[in-house]
């Protein structure tokens, strides 16, 4: 499947909207991401020299692929490697994540979704799903991690992973149409939406490979299997509104990727990203 020049076509926005999510197979180059896994690589080798400095570790693995390096280094520790996994999961201000979150084709479609005025949003993710078998994230709303002052704020959600998934390496699963729904009562987490509020709808399974997106909105029910493979599922949970809207996280700023109106205010690379947090 050839690469995406431009955003959406009409069908393509017409079933996003009517089922609340829409995968992508090709929408980038996949070597777009080489930036990112190359700064990922780079933490693990360096967590990995520690530890066997430190004698925590009899070996450091180096021949191993991406995909399956940090759990050598993870099952060889027995899971005493917390810090390593701190440090290539979550919220990463890095060099490779800006330029993931600001490749051309992403924000493309997301333009053809809510028009110029564009904010990368504070909420998003790095993730390594653990070839466990048990790690399951349950049925959840994205919203459900926000403020409720942003159900009115269209957001367009991106589910990008950094390796071919599918259903042994726990790809997502939507319901379709659930994006209909309120924010949904929880119980111990958002993570955990209430049984008898699930919303009925068909059960779709989205494999993504290397280089697609799968989108989603912010109300839309989905939830990622066990991972049964013999590799770690690396994903990013990447998150886009119109920078003039509230964000359902006003204490957290996001950066502007893409403005018509103000040109001046778009971040011209991660370390604009990172001064933001200075005014915090």
Not at 68 to 83: F, K, P, T, V, W
Not at 170 to 187: A, N, Q, Y
Request: hydrophobic fraction near 35%; glycine fraction near 6%.
């Amino acid at each position: 499947m050839h690469v995406m020049a431009s955003g959406l076509t009409d069908h393509q926005i017409n079933q996003y909207l009517e089922d609340g999510f829409l995968p992508i197979e090709r929408l980038f180059d996949p070597t777009s991401l080489d930036p990112l896994i190359a700064e990922l690589n780079e933490v693990v080798d360096t967590w990995a020299e520690r530890y066997h400095a430190e004698g925590r570790l009899p070996e450091r693995f180096v021949d191993e692929p991406f995909e399956r390096r940090l759990n050598r280094i993870h099952e060889a520790m027995d899971g005493q490697c917390g810090e390593l996994h701190e440090a290539v999961l979550g919220k990463r201000k890095t060099a490779g994540m800006f330029h993931v979150m600001t490749l051309p084709g992403i924000l493309n479609v997301v333009e053809s979704l809510i028009g110029p005025e564009i904010l990368v949003h504070p909420q998003f993710n790095s993730r390594a799903k653990l070839p466990d078998r048990t790690s399951v994230v349950d049925w959840h709303q994205d919203i459900g991690f926000l403020e409720p002052d942003v159900m009115q704020t269209f957001m367009v959600n991106f589910w990008l992973p950094l390796v071919d998934t599918n259903e042994r390496n726990g790809c997502l699963e939507v319901i379709r149409g659930s994006h209909r729904s309120e924010r949904l009562p929880f119980e111990d987490s958002p993570e955990n939406i209430d049984p008898g509020a699930l919303p009925a709808g068909e059960r779709v399974s989205c494999p993504i490979p290397r280089g697609g997106v799968l989108l989603l909105q912010h109300t839309t029910v989905h939830r990622s299997a066990p991972n049964f493979s013999d590799h770690i599922r690396w994903s990013l949970d990447i998150r886009y509104s119109d920078w003039r809207k509230p964000t359902g996280r006003d204490e957290v700023p996001g950066f502007i990727a893409r403005s018509r109106s103000h040109p001046e205010k778009v971040a011209t690379g991660h370390e604009a990203w990172q001064r933001l947090f200075e005014r915090v």
